[in-house]
């Protein structure tokens, strides 16, 4: 557990500090490195309340996005379902279990993608809130414009 934090605190000062630091100014990683740790020593409790609310944030988007992918995989499994009693009744009349199959195999190939592009299209405005938290944050702490709103 202390790996992981350790691993997560790391990437997270990179992507979520130094990376648009090096953008904004158009310098290298390591001087961009340097700078942000400046800042954060600076405001260490401003850092860490950060921190805390990206730990918060990350939860409950995981669990709203777990909630998300629960509710329409079940919704899906459900239409799989009347599919595949469908292929059953068909296959019990008489039907043939290759065409079946191919016909299965393409349907169910189309739920998968349906369904991924369902979750993306559902879950794009919470990702792009957590972007928007973690860069209001970096305008915040280094007093640079990376927002154009």
């Known amino acids: 557990i202390i790996y992981f934090f350790i691993i997560w605190f790391l990437l997270l000062f990179l992507y979520d500090f130094v990376v648009p630091y090096s953008f904004i100014k158009k310098v290298k990683i390591y001087f961009s490195w340097k700078q942000i740790w400046k800042e954060v020593r600076k405001n260490k409790l401003e850092v860490f309340i950060y921190w805390l609310a990206r730990l918060v944030v990350g939860i409950v988007t995981g669990l709203i996005l ?81 927002l154009r709103i």
């Open 66 to 146: 777990i909630l998300i992918m629960f509710v329409v995989g079940l919704i899906f499994l459900i239409i799989g379902g009347i599919f595949a009693l469908i292929g059953f009744l068909l296959f019990k009349v008489g039907a043939s279990l290759v065409v079946l199959i191919v016909l299965g195999s393409l349907i169910g190939l189309a739920l998968l993608l349906i369904f991924g592009i369902i979750v993306y299209v559902v879950i794009a405005p919470l990702v792009m809130f957590t972007e928007y938290f973690s860069l209001l944050n970096f305008e915040k702490l280094t007093k640079l414009k990376i």
